[in-house]
């Protein structure tokens, strides 16, 4: 902006074709960065690096890294800047319900590890996965023919509820012709 005003443009007619207020712009002009601002941003900047250098290392060595860099700071103050910008260990431990794991399959295994079909729509295998993005998390839920190895249906959902699975295999169901007999198997059974 201001560069925009020495070249003889208008503050006002500068925010208008920004799409910004004045009065917050001129807000942040009265009011520069203070310096628990600076720092806390020379701090983020030296874990980002040591962070894009080694991904695999958590919080403590990343602080190790940055002190090493001349930035003083506690580990403390290390995984809550890290833990706000969202960088985390590639190898970190395994973040869920409380480490429980899934039970035991709800229905029997009709297929009894044979996961082969000799003609289509016998037997289906789903699934659900999980992928992270910059959003947040995205559920994919998938239905699968195994005679021609090919995706029959699916769904995408920002939440893992029960309609996820039902809506993949609903559009499975309206894309192939006589599903009468066929199996679909999970990991949780058939």
């Avoid at 869920?96 to 729509?121: C, E, I, M, S």
């Avoid at 939440?159 to 009468?180: F, I, P, Q, Y």
């Amino acid at each position: 902006m201001n560069e925009l005003a020495a070249d003889g443009i208008p503050v006002a007619v500068a925010c208008r074709v920004l799409n910004i207020a004045r009065q917050p712009y001129y807000r942040w002009r009265a009011r520069p960065v203070t310096g628990t601002e600076l720092e806390r941003a020379h701090r983020a900047n030296a874990l980002f690096d040591a962070h894009r250098d080694d991904p695999e290392f958590g919080y403590r060595f990343l602080a190790d890294e940055a002190r090493d860099a001349g930035l003083s700071m506690a580990d403390r103050t290390a995984w809550r800047i890290c833990s706000s910008m969202g960088w985390w260990s590639a190898f970190g431990k395994k973040r869920g319900r409380n480490g429980k794991k899934a039970g035991l399959p709800v229905h029997d295994d009709l297929v009894r590890r044979d996961f082969t079909a000799t003609a289509p729509n016998l037997l289906w295998l789903a699934d659900i996965t999980e992928h992270r993005t910059a959003e947040g998390k995205l559920y994919l839920c998938a239905v699968k023919d195994v005679c021609s190895n090919r995706i029959v249906g699916y769904s995408i959902d920002s939440r893992m509820k029960s309609r996820l699975a039902v809506t993949a295999l609903t559009n499975a169901v309206a894309r192939r012709d006589e599903v009468a007999g066929c199996v679909v198997h999970t990991d949780r059974g058939s």
